[in-house]
C-alpha cells in the first residue's frame, strides 16, 4: 500500500495562475480531507468528503474546489491563486472514524 | 463556537523533566479529543484520544470538562519527543476535526 500520497510535493505560482494539488489513497477510505497548515494558525479544515459524488466545505473553503469522482481521488483545485493561499497542503484519508485519519506527506505551494 | 486554543507556540525542556502541554476547548456537545503529533520529517499522525484512556509513548491526556482541558503530560521527556504537537476536537454529527495552533515541543539534552 502506498497510504496517502500527494503531487507535486512542492509548487510555486505566480497571483491569478490556478492549479490543482493531487491527493490519492490507496485503502478504500471513504473519507478524505484537505487541510491548509499555517504557522501559528494550527491546521484548518478546507474540504472533506465522506465518499464519492460527497463533498462538504471545512473552516476555510474560499478560493478552493473539490470533485470526488472517485473513492481514490480527491483533487484541490485553486482557480485563481493569491499570496493568502501560501501554505503547506495536508490530505488526509480515513475508513470509519474521522479521527483515525492517516496524513499524505504535504504540498508546500508558494504563492508570489 | 466550537475552538481548540493551544497557548503555548513553542516549548522547551530538558531531557528527564517533566512535560506538559496545554490544551483548551469551547464546545456546546460531548467533547471527544486527540492529540497529534508531528515528528521531523515525518507525516502527521494520531498520538492519542481521550476515551481510551490510554498510554502512548509515555504520554498520558485526561478530559477535564471541569476546566475544558486536554492536556497532555510525560513524566519523563526524552530527546525523540521533540516535535509538533496538535490538540484536536471532534465536531460530531459533522464528520470533521477541529485543530488547535499546535504546540512546538524541543527537548534539550
Known amino acids: 500500500n502506498a497510504g496517502v500520497t500527494q503531487t507535486p510535493k512542492f509548487q510555486v505560482l505566480k497571483t491569478g495562475q490556478s492549479m490543482t494539488l493531487q491527493c490519492a489513497q490507496d485503502?478504500?477510505?471513504?473519507?478524505m480531507s484537505w487541510y491548509r497548515q499555517d504557522p501559528g494558525m494550527g491546521l484548518r479544515l478546507i474540504h472533506y468528503?465522506?465518499?464519492?459524488?460527497?463533498?462538504d466545505q471545512g473552516e476555510v473553503p474560499n478560493g478552493y474546489n473539490v470533485s470526488r469522482s472517485t473513492t481514490e481521488d480527491f483533487p484541490l483545485r485553486l482557480l485563481s491563486a493569491a499570496p493568502s493561499q501560501t501554505s503547506v497542503y495536508f490530505c488526509?484519508?480515513?475508513?470509519?472514524?474521522?479521527?483515525?485519519?492517516?496524513f499524505g506527506p504535504g504540498t508546500r505551494l508558494t504563492v508570489t | 463556537a466550537q475552538r481548540v486554543t493551544q497557548p503555548e507556540k513553542l516549548l522547551s525542556v530538558f531531557k528527564g523533566a517533566p512535560v506538559e502541554l496545554k490544551c483548551n476547548y469551547s464546545?456546546?456537545?460531548?467533547?471527544?479529543l486527540f492529540w497529534y503529533v508531528q515528528y521531523s520529517r515525518q507525516r502527521l499522525q494520531l498520538l492519542l484520544r481521550?476515551?481510551s484512556r490510554e498510554s502512548i509513548k509515555g504520554f498520558t491526556a485526561d478530559l477535564n470538562k471541569g476546566e475544558t482541558s486536554f492536556h497532555l503530560k510525560k513524566p519523563f521527556a526524552q530527546e525523540e519527543d521533540s516535535a509538533m504537537y496538535y490538540c484536536?476536537?471532534?465536531?460530531?454529527?459533522?464528520?470533521?476535526?477541529?485543530f488547535g495552533q499546535g504546540t512546538r515541543l524541543t527537548i534539550n539534552p
Open positions: 485503502m478504500n477510505h471513504e473519507y
Open positions: 484536536a476536537l471532534l465536531i460530531q454529527g459533522a464528520q470533521k476535526l477541529v
Open positions: 481521550h476515551i
Open positions: 464546545y456546546s456537545g460531548s467533547p471527544e
Open positions: 468528503s465522506v465518499g464519492a459524488g460527497i463533498t
Open positions: 488526509a484519508s480515513s475508513y470509519g472514524s474521522v479521527y483515525e485519519q492517516y
